[in-house]
């Protein structure tokens, strides 16, 4: 729930007054909260990686620190599908699972191999 200074800040822009004051109810005041609450600036961002690799006419792109995947048919799509299907688990999935299943310390390098018979 998002804190009393957004839902003063909302009920100021619409009514043009303060609404902190307890002891004056106002019918208002559900709606502003309600739409306090539900403003994006009120939810936590968070940043995650996307590895996006063609396969055959499709890319697929997977989030390394939660181990999770999507797909689309160019990179911006399989970016945002891949966005879609973190932000879906990280709202359904309860804390522990979520805390099971990320890798707060991923890295992407290049490493080299020898391939072949000597």
Do not use: W
Request: with cysteine; glycine share 6%; hydrophobic share 35%.
């Amino acid at each position: 729930m998002c804190n009393d200074t957004k839902v003063d800040r909302v009920y100021t822009e619409r009514h043009g007054g303060f609404a902190g004051n307890p002891f004056q109810h106002d019918d208002r005041m559900e709606e502003d909260v309600h739409d306090a609450n539900n403003q994006e600036d009120c939810r936590m961002k968070r940043y995650f990686s996307a590895l996006i690799e063609r396969e055959d006419d499709m890319y697929v792109a997977l989030c390394p620190e939660l181990d999770i995947a999507s797909q689309g048919n160019s990179i911006e799509e399989a970016k945002s599908n891949l966005a879609e299907a973190v932000e879906l688990f990280m709202e359904t999935a309860d804390e522990t699972e979520i805390a099971g299943r990320l890798h707060t310390e991923t890295y992407l390098t290049n490493f080299e191999v020898t391939v072949g018979q000597a």
